[in-house]
């Protein structure tokens, strides 16, 4: 069974499992399905806007189809989750990657 397989065999016992969910993500973009890895994390950040590590990864997946000022979008508001949460290193990442796209 591939991982694939394997993380939807897991998330039919818990279908909003967001870690089960973001790994899925995960593992359909290097499958090269980005739309399902889209989907994914739209619906992780719906559920779970504090879902911090799921921002970078939708953001850095808009850029890499074209789709930069959502990514914009999608960075800012992982930023301001990230200093909600005191988290300084998500919130450095963010903004880091957020920087090269937007100036």
Same mark, same amino acid.
């Given at each position: 069974?591939?991982?694939?397989?394997?993380?939807? *065999?897991?998330?039919?016992?818990? +279908?909003?499992?967001?870690?089960?969910?973001? @790994?899925?993500?995960? *593992?359909?973009?290097?499958?090269?399905? &980005?739309?399902?890895?889209?989907?994914?994390?739209?619906?992780?950040? =719906?559920? *779970?806007?504090?879902?911090?590590?799921?921002?970078? +990864?939708? @953001?850095?997946?808009?850029?890499?189809?074209?789709? *930069?000022?959502?990514?914009?979008?999608?960075?800012? =508001?992982?930023?301001?989750?990230?200093?909600? @949460? &005191?988290?300084?290193?998500?919130?450095?990442?963010? =903004? @880091?990657?957020?920087?090269?796209?937007?100036?």
């Amino acid at each position: 069974m591939d991982r694939i397989e394997k993380l939807k *065999e897991y998330l039919k016992t818990n +279908h909003k499992d967001s870690f089960l969910q973001h @790994a899925l993500a995960l *593992e359909y973009i290097k499958a090269g399905n &980005d739309g399902e890895a889209k989907n994914l994390f739209n619906e992780i950040l =719906r559920r *779970e806007p504090t879902y911090i590590g799921s921002y970078y +990864h939708l @953001a850095k997946l808009l850029e890499r189809i074209g789709d *930069e000022e959502k990514a914009i979008k999608i960075y800012e =508001r992982g930023m301001h989750e990230a200093k909600k @949460a &005191d988290d300084n290193h998500s919130y450095n990442e963010l =903004r @880091a990657a957020y920087e090269e796209i937007a100036f």
